[in-house]
């Protein structure tokens, strides 16, 4: 079947291209009770509240003919035979910003579309509020105010594409004013890892945050407008507002190797500053990477160098069998970040202040929490944990998803390779003992993938899925250009004056697909355009959703087990557990 066209069609386009981006990191809503920018309205069929069901199976229905013409009704059943062995109609698959699809699945598919409303932590009525109260009394550490003196000199460590910043840099301001901390002893550095640079314009609202347009403030809202005046008043060279830069040699600061074997290189206000405030704003979010984003390890990722983001997101740590998993009280990938961070206070004597907000399953804050990194831990994993697990009964044969139009933060769903992270990320985010398509089966993702790649955003991307089809789509066989694209000059220059992603970041993105690559015996985007550049990521192109039904029983057999996950712009990421 092809696309559902239904009644105002339109207005669920320009719904959706505002609600697109809820999904990954990059997921995070309107702080406010509405899980929608104001002024939208959901599309039709979408009821505030009722897109939470928890995971079921559906019940079978009567079917019948609505035809009049026993021609068309022997056509109808010789296509349902050729389609699904037959089933229901499910609504609701994201594809893209364009209207989402309606698909034909057998009567017993398991349809989960968000966790239960009952599980779903409320919204804080009062952010700036519950901020200041978390920074007065913080776990594992002293109040903020403590800790500096008139003499002291500060940085303030943010996010780069969402977070709690908008809400908390006032306050956190405001704390230092009081405490004798003169305004020009506090520097701000964007904390974005290998990501983009994020520009002056993208503080006011972020690349993600303009195609979604929500109302001030909101996750996407990096600074305040009055913030961003008096920090970067006029041109580049007058900012106190500084992205990190990973491959700046000058100023980054080696500090040693963890007992994990990780080189710990950061930015160098780790040295120059007396006092770090780190501000994270999408915590307890499922993470593509496995775990949950957050929790006090921030230093690791958002403001290491080139050199040291690569020990930790190599190939043998993000494919070790301890790091397949999501759990993140056991997962290896996260005690390789933990211990990075760790490293960092023992090397410098400087104990980070952090200052989290939780996001619940409907992207808003729920919750903030602020000091010492292991301490506040607890509380954040415990709120995820209680929201965000999904009860699944068995591996299935076939895993059906749509693609949201940022549902990983790096790019879009038509550039391929972000397509092909979509469907790795909605079935390797799992903990237990195994992910919900079984071992051979087909994954199936829903995605208008035309092949398009902002290439000042992502330099690197097109170049890479060439090497990766050359190299038979083995992402192990990356391992080795590491260091040459490290040394790329081209592109490492488009890092650090273009606003492009460093060269290197591709690698751990398709180092983590491993997963999928082998775990799917068949990955297939159902109604991608660019069929060329999907074969380049190792997936299938089908033009419609018989086509991509057709070319999955084919491979796993007839009547075979499904499940599907619509409406995924609508929710935050799930995790889930497979019963064994």
């Given at each position: ?64 003919d ?10 109808t ?42 599980r ?10 519950a ?12 109040p ?52 983009p ?31 961003i ?9 007058s ?13 980054l ?28 704003g ?120 749509g ?15 972000m ?21 051979g ?75 999928i ?10 109604g991608?355009?660019?069929i ?11 033009a ?7 070319l ?29």
């Open positions: 079947m092809s696309p559902a066209k239904s009644e105002g069609a339109v207005d669920e386009r320009s719904a959706r291209a505002k609600l697109a981006a809820l999904h990954r990191l990059r997921s995070a809503g309107c702080p406010s009770n509405s899980a929608c920018p104001r002024g939208t309205s959901l599309p039709p069929g979408y009821q505030q509240g009722s897109h939470n069901l928890t995971l079921q199976r559906r019940p079978s229905r009567e079917r019948r609505d035809f009049g013409s026993e021609n068309r009704a022997r056509e059943a010789a296509r349902r035979q050729r389609k699904v062995k037959n089933g229901m109609k499910i609504g609701g698959i994201d594809y893209g910003v364009e209207s989402p699809w309606e698909i034909d699945v057998p009567d017993d598919a398991i349809i989960v579309e968000n966790t239960a409303e009952s779903i932590s409320p919204a804080l009525t009062d952010v700036p509020q901020i200041r109260e978390a920074i007065r009394n913080p776990l594992g550490a002293r903020l105010a403590d800790q500096v003196n008139s003499s002291s000199k500060v940085a303030l460590i943010l996010n780069d594409w969402m977070g709690i910043s908008v809400h908390a840099v006032p306050i956190v301001l405001e704390e230092l004013r009081a405490a004798g901390v003169a305004e020009r002893n506090v520097r701000m550095v964007i904390a974005g890892g290998l990501h640079k994020v520009s002056r314009e993208q503080l006011y609202l972020s690349k993600v945050g303009q195609d979604i347009n929500p109302p001030y403030p909101s996750p996407y809202h990096i600074l305040p407008p009055d913030v005046d008096r920090f970067w008043p006029s041109g580049f060279a900012s106190r507002i500084r992205p990190h830069d990973a491959a700046d040699r000058e100023h600061v080696e500090l040693g190797v963890t007992e994990l074997g990780d080189l710990v290189e950061m930015n160098d206000c780790v040295v120059e500053c007396d006092v770090l405030v780190y501000m994270s999408w915590t307890g979010l499922p993470s593509i990477w496995g775990g949950y984003l957050g929790g006090g390890q921030g230093v690791t990722v958002g403001i290491g160098s080139d050199r040291s983001i690569m020990t930790h997101h190599s190939y043998r740590v993000h494919e070790h069998p301890d790091s397949m998993a999501s759990d993140v009280h056991k997962q290896k990938f996260m005690k390789h970040k933990e211990a990075v961070a760790a490293f960092v206070e023992q090397a410098t004597g400087k104990k980070v202040f952090y200052i989290e907000g939780s996001l619940n399953a409907r992207g808003e804050f729920a919750q903030v929490v602020a000091g010492d990194g292991a301490a506040i831990r607890q509380p954040i994993f415990e709120l995820a944990d209680g929201e965000k697990i999904v009860d699944v009964p068995e591996p299935v044969d076939i895993f059906v998803s693609a949201a139009q940022w549902g990983i933060f790096y790019d879009t769903c038509n550039n391929p390779l397509s092909l992270v979509q469907i790795n990320s909605r079935i390797r985010e799992y903990v237990g003992g195994q992910p919900p398509l079984r071992r089966g087909v994954a199936i993702l829903v995605t208008p993938c035309d092949g398009t790649i902002d290439e000042r955003w992502r330099t690197s991307d097109r170049e890479m899925m060439q090497l990766f089809n050359r190299l038979g789509h083995d992402p192990a066989k990356l391992e080795p250009y590491e260091e040459e694209y490290l040394n790329r000059q081209d592109l490492i220059d488009k890092y650090r004056f273009s606003n492009g992603a460093h060269p290197l970041h591709p690698f751990p993105v398709f180092y983590e697909n491993s997963f690559l082998d775990q799917a015996s068949t990955i297939i985007f159902a991608a355009r660019d060329e550049g999907t074969q380049l990521v190792g997936a299938r192109a089908a419609t959703w018989e086509d991509a039904w057709n999955a029983t084919k491979v796993v057999g007839k009547d075979p087990s499904v499940m599907v996950t619509p409406k995924v712009g609508f929710r935050t990421p799930l995790l889930w557990k497979v019963n064994d």
